[in-house]
């Protein structure tokens, strides 16, 4: 069974600085994909970036990019030039690309922007 | 840009009582989706529905759990006979297939 972790309950950075959040997971499939969820206050789930385990290149969305390892199933975010708005729970999830595609999300890591 | 709606927002019952979470996915999408978060932990899968039935549920997903999308648009969660443990945040989801899923906003069920 797939299994996503991450190990930092909780971060802060100070606005302007850049911060990378860590996930890991496992599982035994080639194809699949991988998610950034932000979840602030009001847990709203929003997609924050996606990567495709079948690309080679680390998928970026303007100020957020990821470093995807796939040997080391390591799946970490970057975020640059942090935001106040950026203050939310990060969760970090895993599809597969066969049977069902339901997400399986990690405990999730509470970002604090410091200003 | 369309987007999954959910309601009703918060909802508060009596333990015993049955609840029915309704969500509107997106409209071509065809993978829909329930998950769960107890406050404070991390957002849990419960059932996918495709093709007009249910494709996977979870331990969680038990006989008080029901799913039915009865008119192409609504896409609903009942709860047959809520317990304590029931109180969570339920997320209603949809796709259009593995690449990614749109989230509602949530209904915040609140079991007294």
């Known amino acids: 069974a797939q299994t996503v972790t991450q190990s930092q309950p909780e971060m802060s950075v100070q606005e302007a600085e850049t911060v990378t959040l860590s996930c890991t997971y496992d599982?035994?499939?080639?194809?699949?994909?991988l998610f950034w969820y932000k979840q602030p206050p009001s847990r709203q789930m929003i997609l924050v970036i996606r990567?495709?385990?079948?690309?080679?290149q680390n998928a970026t969305e303007n100020r957020f990019s990821v470093n995807f390892q796939k040997a080391a199933k390591s799946f970490s975010l970057k975020i640059s030039d942090s935001q106040l708005g950026d203050t939310a729970m990060y969760f970090c999830?895993?599809?597969?690309?066969?049977?069902?595609?339901?997400?399986?999300f990690g405990t999730g890591t509470r970002l604090k922007v410091l200003a | 840009e369309p987007e999954v709606t959910q309601t009703p927002s918060h909802q508060v019952t009596q333990m015993g009582q049955e609840v029915i979470l309704r969500c509107v996915p997106i409209?071509?999408?065809?993978?829909f989706y329930w998950y769960r978060q107890i406050l404070g932990q991390k957002v849990e899968f419960l059932v996918s529905?495709?093709?007009?039935?249910?494709?996977?549920k979870s331990e969680i997903f038990d006989d008080q759990f029901s799913v039915e999308r009865p008119d192409g648009s609504n896409f609903t969660l009942k709860i047959r006979s809520t317990k304590l443990e029931d109180s969570a945040m339920y997320f209603c989801?949809?796709?259009?297939?593995?690449?990614?899923?749109?989230f509602g906003p949530g209904t915040r069920l609140l079991v007294l």
């Open positions: 989801a949809s796709s259009w297939g593995a690449e990614t899923q749109y």
């Open positions: 599982t035994s499939e080639n194809n699949y994909y």
């Open positions: 990567q495709e385990a079948y690309k080679q």
């Open positions: 999830a895993f599809a597969s690309t066969s049977g069902t595609y339901k997400y399986i």
């Open positions: 409209s071509n999408h065809l993978y």
């Open positions: 529905f495709y093709n007009n039935e249910i494709s996977e």
